[in-house]
């Protein structure tokens, strides 16, 4: 089963983060074979979050995996969203054609919905989706949302990735690779 996984900062938490660094790897190296996608959040240069999208066995090892990470345990974060995802592109970030290069240009798309799905199908134009897919209830039958990785030149155009009236909210956020492969 494939999770969203979002680690939102708490306010002022940077010097916490940078201390327990090492930390962090470590525990996501632990995971390494069940990532799809993973990478911090920014405003500017400054850290927000950070994203893990990932595959494992049930709810249950979801939780496990968001809640036991050592930014959390220590006080980081001052929230996750974690819902369940389906990977509609069927691939890594690590596998996205247009390569690793150019973070500058990659965005963290999170559309919030209400009412029927929306955005299930990918768009006719997937070259600048690193990773997409429906946000699903915990049993996996009900549509909460989408959450995209894109390449744009901008927030704006990153945005546009989502049918923006059929969602409560849309949030864009820059995002960056994470990950050592």
Do not use: K
Request: proline share 6%.
């Amino acid at each position: 089963m494939e999770f969203f996984c979002y680690h939102r900062d708490r306010v002022g938490s940077l010097p916490l983060r940078e201390e327990l660094g090492e930390a962090h790897w470590a525990y996501m190296d632990r995971f390494e074979a069940e990532l799809i996608a993973r990478g911090p959040t920014f405003v500017g240069e400054i850290p927000t979050g950070s994203v893990h999208i990932v595959d494992l066995p049930d709810a249950a090892a979801a939780r496990a995996f968001a809640f036991e990470e050592p930014n959390y345990q220590a006080g980081a974060y001052r929230d996750i969203l974690l819902r369940r995802w389906r990977n509609t592109l069927g691939r890594t970030m690590w596998e996205f054609p247009g390569g690793r290069d150019g973070d500058e240009d990659r965005y963290l798309v999170l559309g919030l919905g209400t009412g029927p799905a929306a955005d299930l199908e990918l768009p006719a134009d997937t070259s600048d989706l690193i990773g997409y897919g429906p946000l699903l209830s915990d049993d996996g039958t009900a549509w909460l949302g989408t959450a995209a990785l894109v390449r744009a030149a901008d927030p704006d155009a990153a945005r546009a990735v989502l049918t923006a009236d059929r969602y409560a909210d849309i949030e864009v956020h820059a995002w960056t690779f994470g990950g050592r492969r």
